[in-house]
C-alpha cells in the first residue's frame, strides 16, 4: 500500500534559520509527490510539485524540495524562515493503484512555528 | 480566474439532520475532490466526481454522498449526522481529465461543520 510520512508533527525554527519539513513515500515506483501549505482558517494551496522531470523543484515563497529515490525522501526545505510561513504544511502522494483507481493520500501534516 | 468557492463557511445542525455543502470549482476545471479534514484523522479523502459521475470514493459510510451538475459545480450530502463529522470539509477542483495524471489540486477555504 502507498503511503506518505511526515516526521514531526510540530517544528520550531527562528527567523532567518534554515526551515526543513520531513516526507517519505512508500512505493515500489516513484509516485507524484506534492507539498501543500494551509494557513488558519484557510484551504491549501499547492507550493510544488514533483512529476519526474527534476529531481529539485523550486516553488513558491521561496520554498524547495529535492526528490530522492534512494531515500524515498522529498523534504521540503527553505534557506530562511519568514514569520509568515507559520502554516501546516502537507505531503502528498499521488499514484494509479493495481485495481486502477486513482489515489491521492496526504501526510499527517507539520506545523511549523517561527519564533521572533 | 476566481478560485475554488465553497458554502457555506460555516455551518451548525444537530445529530440525526442531515447537511448539504456546495462547491463551484474553478472555471474549466471538471475535476472535483471532497475531503473531511479533522484533528485526530488528518485530511481524508471523500470522493472525487468528473464530468458528473463520480470517479473515486474513499472509507466513508453510505451516509456521505455527492454529485456534481454539468457545469461542475459539485455537493455532497452527510444525512443523520453525528457528532464525529464535526469537521472542515474542504473541496479541492482539478484540471485534470485522464486517470493517471499528475494533477496539483485547487482547495477551497472549507465549510467547517459543528455537530452538536
Known amino acids: 500500500a502507498q503511503s506518505v510520512t511526515q516526521l514531526g508533527s510540530h517544528v520550531s525554527v527562528s527567523e532567518g534559520a534554515l526551515v526543513l519539513l520531513r516526507c517519505n513515500y512508500s512505493?515500489?515506483?516513484?509516485?507524484?509527490l506534492f507539498w501543500y501549505v494551509q494557513y488558519p482558517n484557510q484551504g491549501l494551496q499547492l507550493l510544488l510539485k514533483y512529476t519526474s522531470a527534476a529531481t529539485l523543484v523550486k516553488g513558491i515563497n521561496g520554498f524547495e524540495a529535492e526528490f530522492k529515490k534512494s531515500e524515498t525522501s522529498f523534504h521540503l526545505t527553505k534557506p530562511s524562515a519568514h514569520m509568515s510561513d507559520a502554516a501546516e504544511y502537507f505531503c502528498?502522494?499521488?499514484?494509479?493503484?493495481?485495481?486502477?483507481?486513482?489515489?491521492?493520500?496526504f501526510g499527517t501534516g507539520t506545523r511549523l512555528k517561527v519564533l521572533a | 480566474k476566481a478560485g475554488v468557492t465553497q458554502t457555506p463557511r460555516y455551518l451548525i445542525k444537530t445529530r440525526g439532520q442531515q447537511v448539504t455543502l456546495s462547491c463551484s470549482p474553478i472555471?474549466?476545471?471538471?475535476?472535483v475532490s471532497w475531503y473531511q479534514q479533522t484533528p485526530g484523522q488528518g485530511l481524508q479523502f471523500l470522493f472525487e466526481y468528473f464530468s458528473e459521475t463520480q470517479r473515486n470514493k474513499g472509507n466513508f459510510p453510505g451516509r456521505f454522498s455527492g454529485r456534481q451538475f454539468s457545469n461542475s459545480r459539485s455537493e455532497m450530502n452527510v444525512s443523520t449526522l453525528e457528532l464525529g463529522d464535526s469537521a472542515l470539509y474542504l473541496c479541492?477542483?482539478?484540471?485534470?481529465?485522464?486517470?493517471?495524471?499528475?494533477?496539483?489540486?485547487?482547495f477551497g477555504p472549507g465549510t467547517r461543520l459543528t455537530v452538536t
Open positions: 502528498a502522494v499521488s499514484r494509479t493503484t493495481t485495481s486502477g483507481t486513482y489515489k491521492y493520500i
Open positions: 479541492a477542483s482539478s484540471p485534470r481529465a485522464l486517470e493517471g495524471d499528475p494533477y496539483e489540486q485547487y
Open positions: 472555471s474549466g476545471h471538471r475535476s
Open positions: 512505493s515500489s515506483v516513484p509516485p507524484y
